[in-house]
């Protein structure tokens, strides 16, 4: 390792430094929060795994096999809300983003930390009632709540809903601590043009967060409030309009699509530049497409409905509005092949989630340009080509993203390093896993297989078969991973502070980093991943 | 092209086909339709091909050394950034305008096509020919003619899919959308509903007959003298119930036994129909049928007509605008009336609106005008 590093680690850490479980249910220490938002989202994940092993299983054969339509209605309902809600739209953002985000601007902590340990109650609070519904008697609208059937439904839509909208705060409340954390913390040497690009990620997350977050709150109140008190607003008969919800529903939903993904993007930009060993290739092209990004995400919502009955020259400036995203996506996934050129490549475990993130993100972004290609769309959509697209670009790349960041910032965080062997496996079963549990999906697409179907022809079973096996290799991976991963907190190697050498911002503190952060204050001279010199950055 | 090269180019697209799982192509967008999907699948993985290529090369060639390596600093010109944003930018402008150029076409029924009205319900489908005859399950149409389908739910949103069609259309609660079809060769066709409906949703199936335009011309006949038989012999009689037969069941591909149910229950064609609905329902209190002006607008020419609204605007009196205006009567008022009219959205059958929507366009002024449409959604069709 290099030699510089690890000389100067922190005596007492943030993890050592009170010990009471007390300190950590009212911390406002904005890594302890982080790493309390890991173990939540992780066990979101865990919890929507198995929604999707039992849908999988199910659809081994093609009439009923283990549960009943209305079960299986409802787990792929509760798998959606969990993987959306409870995982992913926290995932990255609520745990590492809060754990590295102030340390990447060598501030002490966010703006605000005890708003920050309230977003962490509100989730609590939101997944809580959403549990709760789900134990009652679980919905069965789907995810997406399309009136006038969630309007309707006998099943416990209400309290999802009402969970869902508070989970919602969260969220905005992350999103405003992130904004004024850049605008107001950052350290001195600190410029607008230095900061890192996962910090310029979070903070194209958190606008939209902010700006389209309550939209959904709004949306999900109205139809709460069509349930319980019956105001009519999507119903036909009393001059409502079910294509309204559409309308606003996608309005943050489909923007949400980019607060899962921006952050994962900025977790990639990082883990390239540091295990390539150098700068990233464009630096205001990666800044920029993030923002155009969050900005025509917002301008391509339509695009969900194209045979909903709208306007065909509406469906087609959506369509073309949609396929700018791919532009922006593009001319990330071409910066960091190119950053890798002329750089000394070590090719760990993180950058093996890289490489699968790009796979993921070049099939599910080519693919979405098709499903924005109007003529295409219309056999494609509400089939199983769908659910592949969006498995792929959404789901995928989180994932990705998730565990490049988990193992990249895993010493960081808990000062031990992973078995690397073990990485490796369980990196490759997850990549080859997800591929094969997908790529037959599409094809099922193709074939004219609608999602949401608890009975499908029978000429369809082997791709349907096939795709299990994938997910099974999935929960493997995941297993693994799980094992691994706690087993290293207790006999993992003790990690040097900066056991990649990498020259990112956030390892100029300690691993794990002291209580606030660093011993004395940092100075960042250096631009950020700046891989010309041999020693790795000072730590503070 | 000589015969030759055009079999080969055949055998490539059949190729393509299956090797992407496509569903057969029976209708005329469909081979359009696969051609762009062609064109890009064959894109992305030329694109992905380029780019893995390009990052395998690199993880070799510069993969670290030593561990005190320090590499140079290399950062994007001006041309890779044009690079990077116009090479995707014209690929994907290619694809949204000939994709556009196609759905146009997928929105607009030609002037020619007869027209079908089809209801979704929690979960069976409906069909219903402005002749007469209408039939759960089972809709038979003739080869070589497009047809325009007038898609309504009772219920929830349900959406009319036809993989084999390349088509796909919801079918929303208190309003018409419509979509059409040509279909190239005989055969029957699954029909399944793509829009999540609840507890059986993926049980509701139907199926398109598609019949030579001879045996679908003796059918219709049939099931002519079929209705014009029980209404001359019984005109009073009780009208049967619906057979409440899954959709499943009834879309069974079982040769032996006859493709779906032919109701008879409804007696005359549907403008007859309408006649009686309307009747029956109290329409005619309200709305004249000979031109005279009373609490609501007279019926007579009233199709196709510019109406002005309470708002200003003018609208078309479609098949839509109709349909809205019994659902929903107070979205788009006609100016001169009073907000009086009750909605009838769950009072009205699906297939009595459409009768009634049909006996109105039957009442035609002495002048037929040309009917401008107002975009290419709800172009209302002349003649059947």
């Known amino acids: ?540 | 092209m000589t015969p030759g090269e055009d079999s080969l180019a055949g055998t490539v697209e059949e190729l393509f086909r299956r090797v992407l799982f496509l569903p057969e192509q029976a209708s005329t967008v469909a081979k359009d339709v696969d051609h762009l999907h062609y064109v890009i699948i064959t894109t992305a993985m030329v694109a992905a091909t380029v780019i893995f290529g390009t990052a395998a090369y690199f993880l070799i060639r510069f993969r670290r050394r030593s561990e005190t390596e320090v590499t140079r600093r290399v950062e994007g010109t001006l041309v890779w950034e044009v690079l990077f944003v116009g090479v995707p930018l014209s690929t994907f402008l290619v694809w949204f305008f000939v994709g556009y150029h196609d759905f146009i076409r997928m929105q607009t029924p030609p002037p020619d096509a007869m027209d079908v009205y089809v209801v979704g319900k929690q979960w069976m489908w409906q069909f219903t020919h402005p002749e007469g005859p209408n039939s759960i399950g089972v809709l038979r149409v003739p080869v070589g003619k497009p047809v325009r389908l007038l898609l309504t739910s009772r219920d929830v949103i349900h959406s009319f899919y036809v993989p084999a069609f390349r088509i796909k259309q919801d079918a929303l609660p208190g309003a018409y959308t419509q979509t059409w079809f040509e279909v190239t060769k005989p055969g029957s066709y699954r029909v399944m509903c793509a829009e999540y409906c609840g507890l059986k949703h993926s049980e509701m199936w139907a199926e398109v007959q598609a019949l030579s335009p001879e045996d679908y011309e003796a059918w219709m006949q049939e099931q002519r003298r079929g209705l014009v038989s029980r209404r001359d012999a019984s005109p009073s009689a009780p009208e049967r119930e619906e057979p409440h037969k899954p959709a499943r069941q009834a879309a069974s591909y079982d040769a032996q036994n006859p493709h779906g149910e032919v109701m008879y229950g409804e007696r005359g064609t549907l403008a007859e129909r309408g006649e009686r609905v309307a009747a029956e329902r109290g329409c005619l209190k309200c709305h004249t049928v000979d031109g005279t002006a009373h609490i609501g607008p007279t019926w007579l020419g009233l199709y196709g007509r510019r109406e002005r609204l309470t708002t200003g605007e003018t609208v078309v009196a479609d098949e839509a605008y109709l349909t809205e205006s019994m659902m929903k009567p107070g979205a788009r008022l006609v100016e001169g009336f009073e907000p009086v009219m009750p909605s009838y959205l769950g009072e009205l059958e699906a297939a009595e609106v459409a009768a009634l929507v049909e006996y109105i366009k039957t009442l035609r002024g002495a002048r037929l005008e040309t009917i401008r449409s107002e975009g290419p959604v709800y172009e209302p069709i002349g003649g059947k």
């Open chain 1, 1 to 540: 390792m290099n030699p510089s590093a690890g000389s100067s680690q922190p005596a007492i850490t943030y993890l050592n430094h009170e010990t009471t479980v007390g300190s950590w249910l009212l911390t406002r220490d904005h890594k302890r929060i982080g790493v309390m938002f890991l173990v939540l989202v992780i066990l979101a994940l865990l919890l929507g795994g198995v929604f999707a092993m039992v849908l999988r299983i199910e659809l081994l054969t093609p009439g009923p096999t283990i549960i009943s339509a209305m079960t299986y209605n409802r787990m792929f309902t509760l798998h959606g809300v969990t993987m959306v809600w409870l995982f992913m739209i926290p995932a990255i953002p609520s745990a590492f983003g809060n754990f590295v985000l102030p340390i990447m601007l060598g501030a002490k902590d966010v703006a605000f930390p005890r708003l920050n340990l309230a977003s962490v109650y509100i989730y609590v609070a939101g997944a809580g009632l959403t549990l709760f519904g789900m134990l009652w008697s679980g919905a069965d609208t789907g995810w997406t709540f399309y009136t006038p059937y969630s309007t309707t439904s006998p099943t416990a839509v209400a309290p999802i809903l009402l969970g869902v909208f508070i989970i919602g705060f969260s969220t905005i409340i992350t999103g405003l601590n992130f904004i004024t954390t850049v605008h107001t913390l950052r350290a001195p040497g600190m410029h607008w043009s230095r900061i890192p690009l996962f910090v310029w990620a979070l903070y194209g997350t958190s606008v939209i967060q902010v700006v389209a977050t309550p939209v959904l709150g709004m949306v999900l109140l109205l139809v709460f409030f069509e349930r319980v008190f019956g105001v009519g607003l999507f119903d036909p008969a009393r001059g409502g309009d079910p294509v309204l919800f559409q309308h606003m529903f996608w309005f943050y939903s489909h923007p949400a699509v980019y607060i899962m993904v921006l952050p994962a993007m900025g977790v990639i930009t990082e883990v390239v530049c540091a295990f390539s060993r150098k700068n990233i290739f464009g630096y205001k092209m990666i800044a920029a497409s993030t923002f155009g990004i969050a900005f025509v995400g917002f301008f391509s919502w339509g695009h969900h409905m194209f045979v909903s009955g709208q306007s065909t020259f509406g469906s087609g400036v959506f369509g073309v509005l949609s396929m700018l995203v791919a532009i922006f996506t593009a001319i990330k996934i071409f910066n960091w092949v190119a950053t890798m050129y002329g750089g000394s490549i070590d090719l760990r475990v993180p950058l093996l989630y890289v490489l699968g993130f790009i796979f993921l993100l070049v099939f599910g972004g080519m693919t979405g340009v098709a499903v924005a290609t109007t003529s295409l769309d219309v056999h494609w959509h509400d089939t199983y080509f769908i659910v592949a697209h969006f498995h792929y670009i959404m789901v995928g790349a989180v994932l990705m993203a998730f565990l490049a960041a988990l193992h990249y910032w895993w010493p960081k965080m808990f000062g031990r390093v992973y078995p690397e062997r073990w990485s490796f496996l369980a990196a490759s079963t997850i990549i080859f896993g997800f591929i094969v549990t997908f790529l037959p999906q599409f094809l099922l697409g193709n074939l004219g297989m609608p999602r949401r179907y608890y009975q499908y022809p029978a000429e369809l079973q082997w791709l349907n078969v096939l795709s299990t096996a994938g997910a099974s290799l999935l929960a493997f991976g995941f297993t693994l991973i799980g094992v691994y991963l706690l087993w290293s907190l207790r006999y993992g190697r003790v990690s040097t502070a900066n056991p990649w050498g990498s020259s990112g911002y956030e390892w100029y503190s300690g691993s794990p980093p002291a209580p606030h952060n660093f011993t004395e204050a940092p100075r960042f001279e250096r631009e950020v991943h700046d891989y010309t010199v041999p020693e790795a950055p000072r730590v503070y």
